[in-house]
T-cell receptor, first 110, second 114 residues
Framework: DAKTTQPPSMDCAEGRAANLPCNHS???????VYWYRQIHSQGPQYIIH???NNETNEMASLIITEDRKSSTLILPHATLRDTAVYYC???????????FGTGTSLTVIP | SQTIHQWPATLVQPVGSPLSLECTVE??????LYWYRQAAGRGLQLLFY??????ISSEVPQNLSASRPQDRQFILSSKKLLLSDSGFYLC?????????????FGPGTRLTVL
């Protein structure tokens, strides 16, 4: 699975959009981009995933660049409950392990 | 809807004691099941995965074992715990589909070995 690079930490004001970047320059054609988040002392929570088209669900939007070498997770209206570590993971759609790196620690500030 | 349960939520055990952690999934059939461990401040490490009853694959050699006695039940065990077995243990499941195998995680068990 391709490696991903994320900033270690970010702050966002409550009510504003949180834009979390991820670089995956070595991504292969059959690899998807997944986003999970982990609130302290809880299991990781699936957010969204995509292959090459932008995706949106009730939690977030995923914007993937045309060359697929980077992506951005957007939380449109961040709340205090969105404070968590966000993980960007790249992998083929079948595989055994999700490789969680160190992620981005997002703090939503009141 | 599908739900995944793990128990106990927390556990403190002495070195050398046995271990049994249980994971059950509801609302789905024939899921793939996974056990991960997360050490403090670190990423997740896959320990075992199972594609069916009695079918267990181990990713790393260790002091632990896994079993799947029923379709939606996954058990993590040890005969004698080591200090290094401390950590946050996560069970996950994924559906059997052709297009995606997004994994969904349980709430986890925090194990402290003293």
């Amino acid at each position: 699975d391709a490696k991903t690079t994320q900033p270690p930490s970010m702050d966002c004001a409550e009510g504003r959009a949180a834009n979390l970047p991820c670089n995956h320059s070595t991504i292969s054609g059959n690899e998807y981009v997944y986003w999970y988040r982990q609130i302290h002392s809880q299991g990781p929570q699936y957010i969204i995933h995509g292959l090459k088209n932008n995706e949106t669900n009730e939690m977030a939007s995923l914007i993937i660049t045309e060359d697929r070498k980077s992506s951005t997770l957007i939380l449109p209206h961040a709340t205090l409950r969105d404070t968590a570590v966000y993980y960007c993971i790249v992998r083929a759609y079948t595989g055994n392990q999700f490789y969680f790196g160190t992620g981005t620690s997002l703090t939503v500030i009141p | 809807s599908q739900t995944i349960h793990q128990w106990p939520a927390t556990l403190v055990q002495p070195v050398g004691s046995p271990l049994s952690l249980e994971c059950t999934v509801e609302g789905t059939s024939n899921p793939n099941l996974y056990w991960y461990r997360q050490a403090a401040g670190r990423g997740l490490q896959l320990l075992f995965y199972s594609v069916g009853i009695g079918q267990i694959s181990s990713e790393v050699p260790q002091n632990l074992s896994a079993s799947r006695p029923q379709d939606r039940q996954f058990i993590l065990s040890s005969k004698k715990l080591l200090l290094s077995d401390s950590g946050f243990y996560l069970c996950a499941w994924s559906p059997l589909t052709l297009h995606t195998d997004t994994q969904y995680f349980g709430p986890g068990t925090r194990l402290t070995v003293l």
